[in-house]
């Protein structure tokens, strides 16, 4: 009886802890660090996949983190990387070298950073590799955090992100259905699953299994499911009231800019006679008022460019001024707009928030963006939460969107929970 109310607190203290928090958090502290990304790569390419979570001890997979750094001159950089729990909060029960190997010190130091070449915006491209073919290997699966430093403002982080590993000791089947507890075929989409797993993995599934759901790689927008519908030997499902719903949103809009001499997908014109060179996307209008038949990238974005060997996209592409335009008839209904998606989601709120200007009566913003791919789409709500409405997209039963489920096992007779399942 002790032991099952330990585990029930444990996982009532999880469910607080993570609901009005974050996962996968990812965060960018000074305007030095540009095109913070942490990716999978397998077989030496990144791969499109909504969180960065790899299978653990893959010899083909690895983690990446690349950032840039307006700063010609080469910096050194210090990284400290900490295994976490499932609510993200620092595991304080084991060592470091326990969870990781070939790390020297609390913190990991390296001068190695490549130049840009050939772009008007000066940077140079800084670069970790974890897992794979790295001296650097995580030993456990789990959430990891990432912290990194510059030598001379050591007193303050330049940027946090997080990556998560796994190991398949359970199986996940989900489908996304458009009849849920808040309305059948309506502005909501509904996630429901089955997690299958040997019966000796955990003595308690009701408690000792945490089954979390993510929408698009979003570090808000998730739901945690702590109530079956039914249980079985080796099986939960969750189903109806116990599955997990979501705003079903719209398709995202994007825009693609591959040379600074030719206008691509979503720019309107280019102007190449300044430096940086200035990208003003097409007017937007909001989409509220229907569901959008294309094909889109769920806030992706992808680092490329045209006249140079792929292989040296990330040095060679230029970074381009870009200017986006949103028309509101009637501002008050909607509330201060901002943009979401993988290219603008570590920068602070403040800084990816359109103004409003008098002369032309449209929402403004210029941002400082690397050329490629991204993916982009419109949100008024002040933290976005799984349930929270789009009031400049809309929110379509039809609309794609990408479900991630992760399962951890949270025993409390283990020293770290393990991440168990993912799909």
């Not at 909501?188 to 299958?196: R, S």
């Not at 079903?248 to 825009?255: I, K």
Request: negative net charge; glycine residues 6%; charged residues 20%.
């Amino acid at each position: 009886m002790n032991k099952l109310w330990t585990l029930c607190l444990l996982l009532l203290a999880l469910a607080g802890s993570l609901s009005g928090g974050e996962i996968f958090p990812h965060h960018i502290y000074t305007a030095e660090v540009q095109t913070l990304q942490c990716q999978v790569w397998r077989d030496g390419e990144p791969i499109a996949i909504p969180y960065p979570i790899a299978r653990l001890a893959s010899s083909d997979e690895e983690i990446v983190v690349s950032f840039d750094l307006e700063d010609p001159i080469p910096h050194r950089i210090h990284y400290q990387l900490v295994l976490c729990d499932a609510d993200w909060q620092v595991n304080d029960r084991m060592a470091l070298s326990e969870y990781l190997d070939g790390w020297i010190g609390a913190r990991w130091q390296t001068d190695e950073s490549t130049p840009s070449e050939a772009t008007s915006v000066a940077y140079r491209y800084y670069e970790l590799r974890l897992g794979g073919a790295s001296v650097l290997q995580p030993l456990l699966s789990g959430n990891y955090r990432l912290t990194a430093w510059c030598e001379e403002l050591q007193e303050e982080p330049i940027f946090v992100t997080s990556f998560a590993l796994y190991e398949p000791l359970a199986e996940v089947a989900q489908q996304v259905v458009p009849t849920t507890p808040q309305g059948n075929y309506s502005r909501f989409q509904q996630v429901e699953l089955e997690l299958t797993f040997p019966p000796t993995l955990a003595t308690d599934p009701l408690t000792e299994l945490l089954v979390t759901v993510g929408q698009n790689g979003s570090s808000t927008r998730y739901q945690l499911l702590t109530r079956p519908t039914s249980l079985a030997p080796g099986r939960l499902t969750f189903r109806g009231h116990d599955g997990a719903t979501f705003a079903a949103g719209n398709e995202w809009r994007a825009f693609e800019i591959l040379s600074p001499y030719e206008a691509n997908m979503g720019v309107e014109h280019l102007n190449s006679q300044e430096t940086p060179t200035k990208a003003d996307l097409y007017l937007d209008h909001p989409t509220n008022g229907s569901y959008i038949t294309l094909s889109d990238a769920n806030g992706y974005r992808k680092v490329r460019q045209t006249d140079y060997d792929p292989y040296y996209d990330e040095t060679i592409t230029d970074y381009y001024l870009v200017t986006w335009r949103l028309a509101l008839e009637d501002p008050l209904r909607y509330g201060t707009p901002f943009i979401e998606g993988a290219a603008f989601d570590a920068l602070p709120k403040e800084q990816r928030t359109l103004r409003y200007n008098r002369e032309t009566g449209y929402f403004e913003l210029s941002l400082l963006v690397k050329g490629g791919y991204v993916s982009y789409r419109y949100s008024t709500a002040p933290s976005p939460a799984p349930l929270a409405s789009n009031a400049i997209e809309g929110d379509y039963y039809q609309t794609e969107n990408q479900y991630t489920t992760l399962v951890y096992l949270i025993s409390p007779m283990l020293r770290y929970q393990r991440l168990v399942a993912v799909e």
